[in-house]
């Protein structure tokens, strides 16, 4: 138990809904999207996926994949949405450094008012994205 600012003791929950800590630590901008990522199965505690009110507790291993794979694991357990400093203390990040920006994709730039991509254009941006699929050609079905 840690005291508040008053002094006195204040209990904190013995465990909390997964999706609520994600949301209440930062992870997320907004509850929903912290549930809609349990339920696509982008939330793993302890290696087991997580349902949005599955309970965590302090110590639990939290494994989110959002723009990058973050491993976390809960200090703290918060049932609301704290400042940035408050939340950085509720958790232990240890996750593995973003890749440097000069081995990230390319994104492919047009110029304003160049309208649509031909046919080429969008197999060149395909290509630079990592989507290089050759199509079957005609009368390859069997």
Known sequence: MDPDEHGSPQAGPASVRVDVWLWAVRIFKTRSAATAACKAGHVKIDGDRAKPAQRIHVGDQVRVRTDRDRILVAQQLLKKRVGAPIAAKALIDNSPPPPPREFAAPIAFRDRGAGRPT???????????????????WGAEE
């Open 119 to 137: 046919k080429r254009e969008r197999r060149e941006i395909d290509r630079i994205r990592g989507r290089d699929i050759e199509p079957e050609p």
